[in-house]
């Protein structure tokens, strides 16, 4: 899992310094992790990011963004709460989650907003 920087995210996620509007710069539909160190329901999130990067290996991408290092990436998106959560399917708009969600939302988030089948 790659923990992004403003720069790696302009160009892997979404150039908002020369885009108004949205327009997914990855190759692969990603889910990116606002969080912080000292947030608790954060770390409840994290192993389940790991399962999840493993298992959909090569078919989404798992991004990590800290709020505290990355404070103007966070404003850009409006994070109020930790952890927030961003769905970027490869077309179509992005969606916000909030809060620790269990692995079977994630699951079904992938397959609905990501449009990425489950590994058999």
Known sequence: MEHLTKQAFLEKVFDYENNQEWKF???????IDFYADWCAPCRMVAPIL?????????????????TEAEQELAAVFGIRSIPSILFCP?????????????????????????QVQQPA
């Open 25 to 31: 710069e990855g190759d692969l539909p990603c889910i």
């Open 90 to 114: 490869k077309e179509g708009k992005p969606q916000m989650a909030q809060g620790a969600l269990p692995k079977d939302t994630f699951k079904q988030a992938i397959e609905e907003v990501l």
């Open 50 to 66: 790991e399962e999840l990067s493993e298992e959909y290996d090569g078919k989404v991408n798992i991004y990590k963004v800290d």
